[in-house]
């Protein structure tokens, strides 16, 4: 999918609304559109990588700060102390439906595997 028509991408760029919990220059957190914890958080990277193979384009920078912003988001939303749970879905198998590289920071509730 290109990038523009890439809803992440969009969401990115002001072009559709979210519910944004962290905005930052290269990383953005907002809440999932149905989420599946009473916290569910997705953080992206500003920049389109459509998963975790095109990871290396990204910036080293860019991929710890997406692991600080999930934490930064967890804080926000007051789940760090019960603890929550980062997942990238990469995949079909997984079941990625946006291609578009986030990571889901779900807390709120008890969370097993998968
Ligand atoms: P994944 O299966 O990892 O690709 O997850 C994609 C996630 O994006 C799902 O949990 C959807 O609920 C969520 N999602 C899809 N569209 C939007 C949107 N416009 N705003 C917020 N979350 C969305
Ligand atoms: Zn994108």
């Known amino acids: 999918m290109s990038e523009a028509e ?6 990115a760029r002001g072009e559709m609304d979210a519910e944004v919990v962290h905005d930052e220059d290269d990383v953005l ?3 999932d559109i149905n989420g599946k914890a009473p916290v569910h958080v997705l953080v992206i990277p500003r920049q389109h990588v459509a998963n975790l193979e095109e990871i290396g384009d ?5 991929v710890k700060r ?28 997984a079941g990625q439906e946006v291609f578009h590289l986030h ?9 097993g595997m998968p």
């Open 103 to 111: 990571l889901h920071v779900m807390g709120g509730k008890r969370l």
């Open 66 to 93: 997406l692991f600080e912003v999930s934490s930064a988001a967890a804080q926000k939303l007051g789940v760090t102390e019960g603890g929550y749970a980062v997942r990238v879905n990469n995949g079909p198998d």
């Open 58 to 62: 990204l910036p080293d920078a860019v």
């Open 6 to 11: 890439c809803i992440f991408c969009k969401i």
């Open 29 to 31: 957190a907002f809440k």
